[in-house]
């Protein structure tokens, strides 16, 4: 049965969900790495395939920018298609010096200055963390295949251009790096009670003022879109 955003049938979305924002990261992902892939949702421009990798079902499906649109979609696909993990992949500005472009980060929790939790009505809160098991299960894959990760908190903003030059707040709330939907999707596996987390390249530094190319953007997402994968079909 499709939803007012997924055009899906129930049956034709994965338990186990990719979620890179760019729907052209989707159609590259599902091209490169999915077998049997199947084209399930085109509604509004947000793509989803569903394929198997490794003999298991994953879909890959775009979330969107920002809050409201990870919101949408998190919620829908956690509670109208039972899906159970979701794994965001994305890129993130680093605001600290030990996390340089091209560095991975693992987010452990995500911080907001959202009105999101209150204008959902389930719980009012700053701070949430992601799945514990799920990221384990991240951390573990990644020392077997030598790939360095590190943890840390993530602001979810709001805003992509803005004039400010002082981050001192979010910093001294614990967090390394900016990204717009990490909160919204650990909101509502938080609701749903599933299983959620964000595996972060680093694109671009506020310390370094280093940015990461088209080019090499391409090759390290190659890198952490290979360890979700890897991740996900052990849930």
Do not use: W
């Not at 298991?56 to 159970?84: A, C, K, Q």
């Not at 200055?113 to 299960?137: A, M, P, Q, V």
């Not at 997402?221 to 996900?232: Q, T, Y």
Request: net charge negative; proline share 2%; aromatic share 10%.
């Amino acid at each position: 049965m499709a939803t007012v955003h997924i055009e899906a049938e129930k049956g034709q979305i994965a338990p186990r969900v990719l979620m890179p924002g760019d729907p052209n990261r989707v159609a590259y992902i599902a091209t490169r790495y999915l077998e049997n892939r199947k084209l399930v949702n085109k509604v509004r421009g947000e793509l989803a395939y569903t394929g198997t990798y490794k003999g298991v079902p994953v879909t890959v499906f775009s979330s969107g920018m920002g809050i409201p649109s990870m919101g949408i979609y998190s919620y829908e696909l956690f509670n109208d298609y039972d899906v159970e993990t979701i794994i965001r992949i994305g890129t993130a500005g680093s605001y600290v010096e030990d996390l340089n472009v091209f560095d991975v980060l693992l987010a452990d929790s995500a911080y907001s200055k959202t009105s999101f939790d209150e204008e959902s009505g389930f719980e009012n809160i700053r701070i949430i963390n992601s799945s514990f098991d799920l990221n384990s299960t991240i951390l573990d894959t990644a020392a077997l295949k030598g790939i360095n990760v590190k943890q840390g908190r993530v602001y979810t903003s709001e805003a992509f251009y803005s004039d400010k030059t002082d981050h001192s707040d979010v910093i001294n709330e614990g967090c390394k790096v900016v990204e717009m939907e990490a909160y919204a999707l650990f909101y509502n596996a938080k609701k749903f009670k599933k299983k959620a987390t964000a595996l972060i390249t680093v694109s671009d530094s506020f310390v370094t003022h280093e940015e990461m190319d088209s080019q090499t953007r391409e090759q390290k997402l190659d890198e952490m879109i290979v360890l979700a994968l890897e991740s996900i079909i052990k849930m």
